[in-house]
């Protein structure tokens, strides 16, 4: 039988130096917690299962030959990736916990409970996840409103699968790691109710230029997942770093209003639902612009502290009225460019414009149009085609890879779908009919079928305006 100890750890009791032990994300959560309160940066506390403590479940259940056996079947070009992913996902899923890890994640659970916990947030955190070379962003899962014992095992079982989701093997398989020595740590934290109130992203750079002196914001009303997921066009606000020292000044250079037209809330048994926002909630902005300078000034502050600029989640509480960060990871693509590198893009001929949206990206790209509902229809894509679709999700991005360009109708800068074409280096265009930065212009020809005309081709660039 392991030691309690050695199975779950407080958050509190974590720092950033403990990512072999509770992966990227929990060490981050854990050196907050233990370092930046004092400046008044607040983070839910909790509890994370360590890596001995997902190499206890493997080995206890004799998971770990026949996990190596299933991925040493991998074709080359991965065409039988859904197969084996959904196969070692479903060895983890049948097998039980050891009785002294269930144990020790039901008496941390109980602790939280004695603080008032009735809901928790439950986080997957990779040992090589969130490093600067490394993101491992979107690849895992995170259940929002899990209540009760039974469910948070259940939660904490399907985060250890979701190492093994298609798109965490693919993306292992991509970037070199070694499936076999990549473990999984569980973070379970207080949930902010921001279903009561509004969340989103933050980062401590500007993503598209990778001006360092300014803040993005972006939110929406509810949970944080429609930001991330690029379910919802989020409102959007540009703070100026250097003044924010001085009280008397409120540097919100530049502030957008989004459409926010959906909401992520609790539903009934633990469970979330989207549901349609209000008139007025459209209307209005989902922070005041005092607690948006707050929120700037935690960015400065926890970028100073890890020495390099910052991706954060943000959530504001509707009972209380709090703000907290959530999550807290490097910046992974700006902060990596080559300094001194500039590129320039001309466009010799345009058409006209079909879409408009927010820009991601400083490129030109040119294809032939494949609009796809579905990541399942991956087949029917073309290398070297321009995506559309309504939004991505990790799922997409085997597709995203072989895109030249990318549309979406949903999502802001923050999205997955602009984080990924950024890391990509795709140009992009996410909520279509936002502010016109970018635009998609086509051409067209006769569709007899249908006895219209169809987009043959698109080319997606800034807009002169």
Known sequence: MSDPQDLVLPLSALRRSDVAR????????????????????????GFATTAAAYWHFIESNDLQHRIAQAIGTLDDDLGNLAHIGGSIRALILEVPFPPDLEDAIRRAYRDMGADGA????????????????????????????????????????????????DRAIAYRENHGFDHMKVALSVGVQTMVRSDLASSGVMFSIDTETGFPRSVLITGAWGLGETVVQGMVAPDELQVFKPLLDDPALVPIIEKSLGAKRRKMIYGTGGATVLTETSE?????????????LTLARWAVVIERHYGLPMDMEWAKDGETGGLYIVQARPETVQSRREAGQLK??????????????????DAIGTGKVCHLDSADDIERFEPGAVLVTKITDPDWVPIMKRASAIVTDHGGRTSHAAIVSRELGLPAIVAQAARPRYCATARTSPCPARRATRVTSMTVSPTST
């Open 344 to 361: 320039t893009y001309t466009l010799r001929q345009k058409g006209k414009c079909l879409v408009s949206g927010l820009a991601v990206g």
């Open 280 to 292: 007025d909630e459209r209307r209005s902005f989902v922070l005041t612009d005092e607690e948006a």
């Open 118 to 165: 009735s809901s928790v947030a439950v986080r997957s955190s990779a040992t090589a996840e969130d490093l600067p070379e490394a993101s491992f962003a979107g690849q895992l899962e995170t259940y929002l409103n899990v209540q009760g014992e039974a469910a948070l095992l259940e939660a904490c079982k399907k985060c250890f699968a979701s190492l093994f989701t």
């Open 22 to 45: 509770v992966g990227g994300k929990n060490a981050s959560l854990g050196e907050m917690i233990g370092t930046l309160q004092e400046a008044g940066i607040n983070v839910p506390g």
